[in-house]
C-alpha cells in the first residue's frame, strides 16, 4: 500500500494524507474528522508510513550502532540492556554487531553501521583506536580519541575495595589473576591493583601471579590458571581474580583439589555477573553498574547527537564491594601445594580440554 492510495481513497492530496499520518505541524490545520478518514483508511489499507521517507527530510534516522565483543556474554548482556531500555524511552532504535577481537570484522561491521545511517555508535568491551566521523562512547573506554567519550570504573576505589576486605580478615598472602592482554581494562585494572597493594603493605609476588590468556566467557577462562597456581606449591590463602567467570573457575578448580573455599582459600571477582550470587559458595565480588552504565553511555550519546553537548572525555562510575561467601577469615596455615596425585590429576583433566 502506498500513500497515493490511502489519498485516492478519502480524496485528498497526499500532502494533507502525509501530514495526518506524519503527526507533522501541519496537520493541525486538517479538521479532526477529515483525519479521522484519512486514519481509517490507512487502516482499512494496512498502510504504514515508510520510517526512511518520513525522516528523510531532516536528515534524521534515529539509530544508534552497538559494537560488542558477544552477543549474549555476561559482561554485555546488562550494558546493552541498559542501552535498550534507555533508547527505547527515547524512541531510538539500535543496532548490534559483535566482531569477536576480530579488527577485520570490526573495520567491516563499522561501515556497515554508517552505511545503515546510524547516528552514534557505542562500543561495549571493544577498544576504539582511531577517530570516528560520528559521536562515539567507549565502555570500558581508555585510550583519549577524538570525539570518543570513554566511561570507565573508579579501578582505584575498586582495588581497595577488595584488598582492604581480604586484609581486614588477615590475609596476606594473596595470588592475583592478571587480566588477558585483548580485555581493555586489563592494564588499568592491574596497575591500581599494584599500587593499592603497595599502599596496604600486600606484598605481590612473581609466584602468585598468573595473566589469564584468552576470551572465554565461560568459568573455563579460570580454571587451568588456578590449577597453575596450585602447581607451583607456593603458599596462599586468599586470590583475587580479574572477573567473575576466572573467579568461578578458580573455586572449581580449588574445589576438584580438595581445598575448601573460603576455608582454605578465600576468592574475591569482579563484576558481579548475575550468576555470581547462584554460585557455590556465592561469589564475594566488586560491582560494577554493568546496566547503568549502559544507561549512561547511552544518555551521553543522545545529548551528543541532539543537542550538540561537548561531553567530557572520561566519565567514571563508581564501584560497589559485596560480601557473600567466598571469603573468610584467613586460615592459620597457609594453603600450600595440594598434593602431588591432585596436581597430576588436574594436569591432566586441563591437557584434554586443551
Known amino acids: 500500500m502506498t500513500l497515493q492510495m490511502v489519498a485516492e481513497r478519502v480524496g485528498l492530496t497526499k500532502g494533507t494524507c502525509s501530514a495526518v499520518l506524519n503527526k507533522s505541524a501541519a496537520a ?19 498502510y504504514r508510513p515508510s520510517f526512511y521517507a518520513r525522516n528523510l527530510g531532516v536528515k534524521r534516522t534515529y539509530m544508534i550502532g552497538v ?68 559521536p562515539a562512547i567507549a565502555i570500558p573506554g581508555h585510550r583519549r580519541v577524538d570525539g570518543v567519550t570513554n566511561i570507565v570504573l573508579d579501578h582505584r576505589k575498586a582495588a581497595w575495595l577488595a584488598l582492604n576486605h581480604l586484609t581486614e580478615l588477615g590475609h596476606r598472602q594473596i595470588a592475583f589473576m592478571k587480566g588477558p592482554n585483548e ?36 568459568p573455563q577462562l579460570g580454571y587451568p590458571f588456578a590449577a597453575q597456581l596450585l602447581a607451583r606449591g607456593r603458599p596462599f590463602t586468599a586470590l583475587f581474580a580479574y572477573n567473575d567467570v576466572a573467579a568461578i573457575g578458580a573455586i572449581h578448580a580449588f574445589l576438584e583439589a580438595g581445598l575448601r573455599v573460603p576455608e582454605d582459600v578465600s576468592v574475591v571477582g569482579f563484576d558481579d555477573i548475575r550468576i555470581a550470587v547462584h554460585n557455590n559458595p556465592s561469589l564475594t565480588t566488586v560491582r560494577q553498574p554493568l546496566q547503568r552504565m549502559g544507561e549512561i553511555a547511552a544518555n551521553s550519546l543522545l545529548k551528543r547527537i541532539e543537542y550538540h553537548e561537548n561531553e567530557s572525555e572520561v566519565i567514571e562510575v563508581e564501584p560497589e564491594f559485596v560480601v557473600r561467601n567466598s571469603t573468610a577469615r584467613a586460615p592459620t596455615l597457609s594453603v600450600a601445594a595440594v598434593r602431588k596425585q591432585d596436581t597430576e590429576d588436574m594436569t591432566a583433566r586441563i591437557s584434554g580440554l586443551e
Open 183 to 218: 580485555s581493555p581494562d586489563s592494564e588499568d585494572r592491574w596497575k591500581t591493583i599494584r599500587e593499592v597493594a603497595k599502599e596496604l603493605g600486600i606484598p605481590m609476588r612473581a609466584e602468585l601471579i598468573v595473566q589469564l590468556e584468552g576470551r572465554d566467557a565461560t
Open 67 to 134: 559494537v560488542t565483543q558477544e552477543i549474549g556474554d555476561f559482561y554485555g548482556s546488562p550494558i546493552i540492556s541498559g542501552i535498550e531500555r534507555y533508547l527505547r524511552q527515547k524512541n531510538y532504535f539500535f543496532l548490534t554487531v559483535a566482531v569477536r577481537d576480530n579488527p577485520k570484522l570490526l573495520e567491516t561491521y563499522s561501515h556497515l553501521l554508517l552505511d545503515r545511517g546510524v547516528e552514534g555508535l557505542i562500543t561495549v568491551d571493544t577498544v576504539i583506536d582511531r577517530p570516528l566521523p560520528l
Open 28 to 46: 493541525r490545520s486538517v479538521p479532526p474528522h477529515t483525519q479521522e478518514r484519512i486514519i481509517q483508511a490507512a487502516r482499512e489499507l494496512n
